[in-house]
């Protein structure tokens, strides 16, 4: 079984392997941007397969907003009734993908990858049921970045700096790594590299993502990457694919 991650909408978060709580909205700015970026690059698909999609919440919502059908894949059984009712969710392993070749549009995963034991395999399985004209998004953490967490908005304060500790006890102890069980995802370039070996174009939406989501802050955002320090600044990381 997969750890618990943090979710897509900003009602849920990562609390250190408890189970998330609260229910999804589709007014979260966060889920709003993303869904944003999926029409710019891929306009409106037909059918699209999210990924570690935990109880199915996320996958529901997706499906409302970008107007689709949607099918949800998790290792557990754990999908929450409502969800059930609006998608398709099944279980399944992301390194074995029970479904044909060229199946969906497009694939999406947020928070999972950092969390399957065989990465890259699941990126090729991701490669394998996506159509050749179709597309790839994927956000994980950013295993670079000096502090997280802060935009769990269910969590207090004192979670936010414990959990930024134990990170910082994992990197000093060279154990910040998601093999290890540590939240950490993956560097800009690492995530660029495992998309790459599979998937023929692919682009770095994590400027275009945090420019969306924090608008009245775009020419800061722009001189962090001009100078190269967004990578220690920018709490997760983001790509998009296309497999031709």
């Known amino acids: 079984m997969y750890p618990t991650r943090p979710f897509l909408c900003a009602s849920f978060s990562y609390v250190g392997g408890s189970t998330p709580t609260g229910e999804c909205s589709a007014t979260d700015p966060k889920l709003a941007v993303v869904t944003e970026l999926l029409n710019r690059r891929f306009g409106r ?86 159509r050749e004209v179709g597309g790839l998004w994927v956000g994980t953490p950013n295993r670079s970045r000096l502090v997280g967490y802060l935009g769990s908005r269910d969590a207090s304060t004192r979670d936010k700096i414990g959990w930024n500790i134990s990170d910082w006890r994992k990197r000093l102890r060279g154990r910040f790594r998601n093999e290890f069980g540590a939240h950490a995802g993956f560097t800009r370039g690492e995530l660029h590299a495992l998309l790459g070996a599979r998937f023929r174009v692919v682009v770095d939406e994590t400027p275009a993502y945090y420019a969306l989501l924090y608008p009245g802050h775009r020419r800061a955002l722009s001189i962090l990457e001009r100078l190269n320090l967004a990578k220690f600044v920018f709490p997760a990381v983001y790509f998009s694919g296309r497999p031709s």
Do not use: W
């Open 45 to 130: 698909p037909s059918r699209m397969l999210a990924v570690g999609c935990g109880d199915g919440t996320e996958a529901a919502v997706l499906a409302d907003l970008l107007g689709c059908d949607v099918v949800g894949v998790d290792i557990a059984d754990n999908f929450h009734p409502d969800a059930q009712e609006k998608v398709e969710l099944v279980v399944a392993d992301a390194a074995e993908l029970p479904f044909a070749d060229s199946s969906f549009d497009l694939v999406f995963s947020y928070h999972a990858l950092e969390h399957i034991p065989r990465p890259i395999e699941a990126i090729g399985e991701m490669r394998r049921v996506v």
